[in-house]
């Protein structure tokens, strides 16, 4: 992070910490990218960070939202994105979040079952309303990310088989208050290897050809989110390589005239401009290993304990006492009372005294939040720099 770390000095912790200008580089790097394509469209996964400002800075680009709760959508209101640039996500829809993105008029529902789109047909018709809607289409590809992450195999919950997509469509074009928009897929987070959206691509060339058969046309082409960012190396690599990411649709995905095509970003967007602020506690010796023991655990982020994930961790109190170069090993640790609480085993740091503050780097992605109140503890400051 490019933040000045004297600022950081007399913040109360733990603490997000976000880097403003950063993330003000990171979307116009975005537009950048797509500039020249008008039919691409961006929409920000706000399940990534909900901050408000962080939510109206991104509106105010005029990226549009990816929500998956009736909050979510509520959030996006609030925060500027026009209910028109909304999409929603979810295998699991209550009703009340149906009423509610139809009375906002959203821009369309990304639906998952057929379930669902009676369901859906129904709310609207009792409320007079029209659902635009897309069909999330499981492409069973397989991603190369954690199990945990991966969206787009016959085995997980999500979406629609492939197999199922037109006698799906069919039934959507038949049901009331119904408007069949397009298809939507995702095929997983965390993905930083470009022949899994390759093959995303080739899924949905073949998919189209099959409509293309049965002379079906949809508007809208949505491939979801989950391109990755570097936790190992958040300083050489702030900015996510966008030019990679766009470039892999441009040359593989076989668009049909007119065809919109939505892209749905979370983490690529925010990881990098966050850091959670941290101090240290204890530094606990053992026969066995030294223990560094943070204030901040995971409940503040337990991306660490739910997925393995690894955030490179700086202790920016040792590179100003000039200990930068003393390297010990140590297991960094939360003070949370389960044994997953723990961010990072034999990591080696400065050499570490109570009170350092430490930044666990590439917090600004599923972060704050997925930070909860376990052990009664108080959710996490939160500083935009
Ligand atoms: C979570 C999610 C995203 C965003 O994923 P990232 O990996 O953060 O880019 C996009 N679309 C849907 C449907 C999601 O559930």
């Known amino acids: 992070m490019r933040i000045d770390t004297t600022q950081l000095a007399g913040l109360p912790t733990p603490a997000y910490v976000y880097d403003k200008a950063l993330l003000s580089e990171t979307l116009a790097a975005i537009k950048a990218e797509i500039r020249d394509n008008a039919n691409y469209h961006v929409h920000y996964a706000i399940k990534a960070n909900d901050n408000p400002d962080i939510l109206a800075a991104i509106a105010r680009e005029g990226f549009g939202a990816d929500c998956v709760s009736g909050g979510e959508i509520s959030a996006a209101l609030a925060a500027g994105f026009p209910a028109s640039e909304i999409a929603y996500a979810g295998v699991g829809k209550a009703d009340w979040e149906i009423r509610l993105a139809l009375d906002a008029g959203i821009g369309m529902f990304n639906v998952e079952s057929r379930e669902e789109l009676e369901v859906i047909s ?3 018709t009792e409320t007079q309303t029209e ?7 499981n ?5 190369d990310t954690h199990a945990h992450i991966t969206t787009g195999r016959a085995e997980n919950k999500f979406g629609i088989a492939y197999e199922e997509m037109i006698p ?3 039934l959507a074009c038949q049901l009331p208050n119904i408007t069949c928009v397009g298809l939507h897929f995702h095929i997983g987070s965390q993905l930083l290897d470009m022949r899994d959206f390759e093959n995303l691509c080739l899924r949905i060339n073949e998919l189209q050809d099959l409509l293309d058969e049965q002379s079906i ?7 979801g989110g989950g391109l990755g960012v570097s936790y190992t190396d958040p300083d050489g690599q702030p900015i996510p390589d966008f030019a990679s990411y766009f470039a892999t649709f441009r040359n593989h995905l076989r668009l049909r005239p007119g065809q919109q095509l ?4 979370g983490r690529a967007v925010v990881a990098q401009m966050g850091s959670l602020l941290t101090r240290v506690l204890y530094v606990k010796h053992t026969a066995a290993k030294d223990f560094v023991i943070l204030d901040a655990g995971m409940t503040e982020l ?3 304990a739910l997925y393995g994930a690894l955030h490179k961790i700086d202790n920016i109190s040792a590179a100003e006492r000039g200990d930068a170069d003393q390297r010990h090993s140590y297991d960094v640790v939360g003070p949370i009372c389960e044994s997953s609480d723990v961010f990072a085993r034999d990591y080696i740091l400065p050499r570490t005294e109570r009170g350092d503050l430490l930044m666990l780097r590439s917090a600004g992605a599923y972060g704050q939040t997925m930070a ?10 939160t500083f935009i720099l």
């Not at 939505?262 to 970003?265: P, R, V």
């Not at 909860?372 to 400051?381: A, D, I, V, W």
């Open 372 to 381: 909860s109140t376990y052990n009664h503890r108080p959710l996490p400051h």
């Open 168 to 170: 799906t469509i069919r």
């Open 217 to 223: 046309c949809l508007g809208n082409i949505d491939v």
């Open 131 to 137: 659902a635009r809607v897309s069909l999330r289409i």
């Open 262 to 265: 939505h892209f749905e970003l």
């Open 122 to 124: 129904q709310l609207a």
């Open 302 to 304: 337990i991306r660490p």
């Open 139 to 143: 492409p069973d590809v397989k991603a």
